[in-house]
Each structure stands twice: as C-alpha cells, then as structure tokens.
C-alpha cells in the first residue's frame, strides 16, 4: 500500500494545504495531504492504492465546518467539476455531490420539480445528505431515493435511502466514505411559482440571518422534543438561538469570534478569529445554556482537526 505522495493522480495533489481558505469561517490549519479528484474512477484508483492507516476526511465547501488551528492529519478529499452534473427527469433529480444546493433548487425548478427547500441550505449536496440538511419543515430524507459513494477501500458502493438511517442532521454513512452523487424524487411544479416561492425564502433567511456575515450557518442543533418536566403531554420543540438569547450571549465575543446580534445562533468571525477562539465562544454558549436552562446544546457545526501545537515560551 502507497503513501499519498507516491501515488500516481489525475486530480491535484498538494502537501501540506492550508484549509483556512477552503471553509467559510476562514479558519483552519493545513492538511497533511489535500485531494482533488478529476473524476470518480481517479478518486477510486487513489483510495485503491492508498496505505489504510492513512486517515481520510472528505469536506465540501466547508459551510458548516471549524477546522481547527493544527489542521487534520492524513487526506482530505475535495470534489470539483468532475462531481457537479445535475440532471432533471422523470420526476427526480440527480446531482453530483460537489453541485452547490443552490444551484440543484434553481435547476430543478427550472425543470418543473421541486426541491425548493434546498434553495437557501448553504453548501454541496454531498454534505446535506451526510447531514440530512432541511429547512422550511423538509428535509433530505423527505426527498432522497440513492446514493452513490466511494468507499474507503476504493470501491463504488451504490445505497438507498434507507439504509443511510437518516436522522435529525444525522446519517450513518461512515466518516471516511465520500458521497459522489445522489438521486432525489420532485414534486412537480409550476417554474414561475417555484422560483416565486425561492425569492420568498431568500427574503425571510436575509431577514433573520446575518447572511454578509463570516459564519457557518447554524451553529448548535435544536433540541426538538424536550421535555422539561418530563411528561409525555409537556414535550415542545424549543430553539437554539432563543436559549441562547436567553442566557444573555447574543452579541457575545471572544477574541475575533461573536455570537450574531442579528441571530444569535450563528457564530461569526467577526474579527480575524482563530479556530481556537470559535469553538471556545460556542463551548462558553453550551455552559452556559445548560446553567440557566438544563439544556445541553450540541454542535451543529463539525469540529476536525487537532489544536495548534503549544509554543514553548521558555
């Protein structure tokens, strides 16, 4: 089995890559390795040939992503233009994982099918199926059918929805397995009307969300379903940013990172923050969330990679 440098690509591959300008946030130190495939059977040959006590981490467009200040040992993987075809027909929708899910709302409604409800997930489609992404009451499971993905072994393993159990901004597709595309059933639907209703959400999300913002959209999951006194008919969804504002961290800072004044569930880069500084601010939201509601918050946002390593000051 190879190390990455000795394997033979079509793709780009870069030692020691910074990801800070790969994630949203901005954060990030470098990847031993980073990955960018030309195609499916470039990523597969790679996969194939490399040493399995190499990790591998597959990443997105890094929406919804803290890289931390050490960066991540072993391969990240990146798909590009080789992984962003989208074709309407029949009813479904398929779309390689790199395509934006913008851009798949936008293609579908053109085509008279609806998958409105991606319009305004920031983001690739690989990454809303790994996270069941959804917003507006819908979700990826609501419309899924198959996906297709290239294990860690190398080999091209073809799954329904179904067997992805897919949960509240969960899957069980394994962390190392990268989603090349997936196949998703429309509704039909009037293209003037679908794109009228995609303005609307648009205009609500910029309402509400600090969209000119550094951030990486929701930062802590919604506890839907708690109970606070445990009965069956006292059981109510409640909302992150409303605990959060509650506990008095809207507007909060540390260091370059803030918790929205505009929406207090979105944590901001707001002045050249380090990694460090952002999970700090949101691990300070957790406490105190659950000191003054009972409640523990959990990350919506992924959190990889190691530390900066410590500075001997001696």
Same mark, same amino acid.
């Given at each position: 089995m190879a190390q990455p440098g000795d394997i033979q690509v079509r793709g780009t591959l870069v030692e020691d890559r910074r990801l800070d300008g790969l994630t949203w946030l901005r954060v990030g130190g470098p990847a031993d390795w980073l990955f960018q495939p030309a195609d499916r059977d470039d990523l597969c040959g790679f996969l194939a040939a490399l040493d399995s006590? /190499?990790?591998v981490f597959p990443i997105g467009v890094g929406s919804n992503l803290i890289v931390r200040d050490g #960066?991540? &040992? #072993? /391969? /990240?993987? !990146?798909? #590009? !233009?080789g992984f962003n075809a989208i074709d309407c027909s029949a009813g479904e929708v398929t779309a390689g994982a790199a395509a934006l899910d913008a851009h798949v709302a936008r293609k579908a409604a053109e085509a008279? %099918?609806? %998958?409105t409800f991606l319009r305004t997930i920031p983001g690739a489609v690989g990454g809303a199926v790994r996270m069941n992404a959804g917003c507006?009451?819908?979700y990826v499971a609501d419309h899924l059918i198959r996906i297709e993905a290239v294990s860690r072994a190398g080999q091209v393993v073809a799954l329904s929805a179904a067997e992805l159990k897919l949960g509240y901004r969960h899957s069980d597709l394994p962390a190392d397995w990268i989603v090349t595309r997936a196949t998703f059933r429309a509704n039909p639907g009037d293209p003037a009307d679908l794109a009228a209703r995609m303005q609307d959400q648009i205009a609500r999300r910029d309402a509400s969300q600090p969209v000119?913002? !550094?951030s990486a959209g929701s930062t802590f999951r919604n506890p839907a379903g708690f109970s606070s006194t445990g009965r069956a008919d006292d059981v109510h969804d409640l909302k992150a940013w409303k605990l959060i504002d509650e506990a008095g961290l809207r507007g909060a800072w540390l260091g370059g990172a803030q918790m929205s004044q505009k929406h207090p569930n979105f944590l901001l880069n707001a002045n050249n923050a380090t990694a460090a +500084? %952002? +999970?700090a601010l #949101? +691990? &300070? /939201? &957790?406490?105190e969330v659950y000191r003054t509601s009972g409640i523990q918050l959990e990350w919506e946002i992924m959190r990889v990679g190691e530390p900066a390593p410590e500075v001997d000051r001696t």
């Open positions: 006590q /190499v990790p #960066g991540i &040992r #072993g /391969v /990240v993987i !990146r798909l #590009g !233009r008279g %099918l609806d %998958l507006y009451g819908s000119k913002d !550094r +500084e %952002l +999970e #949101g +691990e &300070r /939201v &957790r406490k």
